[in-house]
């Protein structure tokens, strides 16, 4: 039976015209090219006439066709598609078709009520956190985000003291550079950091919180850049030098030691049953985060990186649970991650902020800092027996736009499975950060 539907697709596919089946093998996102551009046309026409439905159904239409054409495209350019083009383009161009008008409201409204509303961003970070958590080998996972907080602590330190510095020798005076340019940098994103950040510096200065919002925000958005760059420079780097690199693993493991098994490949059959499971456990333990943070202050999505930490090295979770969550994050970062960048250039990159904030002192400032903490990593790594150049990726999201950060860094680096690492990095070197610096400018205004 199943040879001769074989020999039927077969014969189907010689009836097909040339330029047909080769337009059948070129993929746009998780589609043939032609099934793309038939079902872009209706979407397309549905946002002209503004049609398109205000609810999640229209908000994944819309970045589901933009993040999957951006990427694509991203991916298929010479020399730059090694150096973040699916990732910089996915945020970017949507942000400028934003900046000159050319995304009517009707769109913008179906994009927010997914990404702002609904708050995609958070399923998509809490089913790639515990699904990558969940699928780790628990010892290399433990020791891994311990030792993380070595380089991401020296990382901080060392960028604070060399942006001050730089931008104090440039003019721009080193109360300004540090409170407005380096600790937005390291702040770990805008909802997480600059927010709250600028609560903190209005309620001392007196100034509006909306207004140091639009001057704190540039410095964020550039430094986010400048990581997603160095990241694929590093991804290429640890092609060249593969001594330097753990191809994805942070923690250096040998044939002898008793972690090598982590580095396997895992067979384990596609089960979509057990990626419902997976579901239901990423949005309990972004719940149990929340309340925690209740109690203890700490942010949410740490505690719940603590959480699932913590479940995976007792293994009280069953196996075929883990797997269903290990399987699920690969579904979703691997038709997700573009799209959900696209949504995040429509909605949360005010490129109008960021051009009125520009000058050459400015971009050497935040270019500073991301790469202090970046070569800090790679520096400190060797003491603590991590790979550098994971160690070194994972430092870079501390100077990115948070969970948005992490996934443009992670994804153009192909390093997706250090992304428990890369939010530990974010959240809470940027929850520090910001408590840090609210009462040091306190102290001295």
Known sequence: MESELRSKDAAQENK???????????????????????LSVVIVAAGILQQLPVNMLGGFAVILTLGWLLGTIGANIPFLKNFGAPAILSLLVPSILVFFNLVNKNILASADILMKQANFLYFYIACLVCGSILGMNRKILVQGLLKMIVPMMAGMICA????????????????????FIVTPVLAGG????ILPLSLGYGAITGTSSAQLVAQLIPATIIGNFFAITCAALLARFGEKYPKYSGQGQLVKTTNQDDLADAIKEDKTPLDIKLMGGGVLVACTLFIAGGLLQKVTGFPGPVLMIILAAALKYINIIPKETQVGSKQLYQFISGNFTFPLMAGLGLLYIPLKDVVGMLSWQYFIVVISVVFTVIATGFSVARFMKMHPVEAAIVSACQSGMGGTGDVAILSTANRMNLMPFAQVATRLGGAITVITMTAILRMIF
């Not at 730089?166 to 721009?172: K, P, Q």
């Open 190 to 193: 805008i909802g997480e950091g």
């Open 160 to 179: 604070m003291g060399v942006g001050t510095a730089v931008g104090t020798l440039l003019g721009l005076g080193w109360q300004h550079t540090l409170f």
């Open 16 to 38: 097909t015209p040339n330029f047909l089946v080769k337009w059948m093998k070129i993929r746009v996102g998780s589609v043939p090219l032609p099934v793309y551009l038939a």
